[in-house]
């Protein structure tokens, strides 16, 4: 099972940081994505982090995200700064299992 939260309402230049709390798999050694749904727009993956907990990131959020993984407490973290508005849509958190969490909504808006 995989749980985000984090998400809220956020002017431009600001910071979010979401979470992704794991449960029932091997959380540690699995490939772990974040991926958006931009209104208008389909699916766009944003960031991961792999079984060696090497993180990759999209061009369009490189430099501002950064992703990282807690294996103490099962949880996946997104640090989000300098939000654009084109930022903005749902974000899910994913395995490498196929299993998705409900999603987090970020509006970033002045």
């Known amino acids: 099972q995989l749980v985000e939260s984090g998400g809220g309402v956020v002017q431009p230049g600001g910071s979010l940081t979401l979470s992704c709390a794991a449960s029932?798999?091997?959380?540690?050694?699995?490939?772990m994505p974040w991926v958006r749904q931009v209104p208008g727009k389909g699916l766009e993956w944003v960031s991961g982090?792999?079984?060696?907990?090497?993180?990759g990131y999209a061009d369009t959020v490189k430099g501002r995200f950064t992703c990282s993984r807690d294996s103490t407490t099962n949880t996946l973290f997104l640090h989000m700064n300098i939000l654009k508005p084109e930022d903005t849509g749902i974000y899910y958190c994913?395995?490498?299992?196929?299993?998705w969490g409900q999603g987090t909504q970020v509006t970033v808006s002045s």
């Open positions: 029932g798999f091997l959380f540690r050694k699995s490939l």
């Open positions: 994913a395995n490498g299992f196929g299993t």
């Open positions: 982090i792999d079984s060696e907990n090497t993180p």
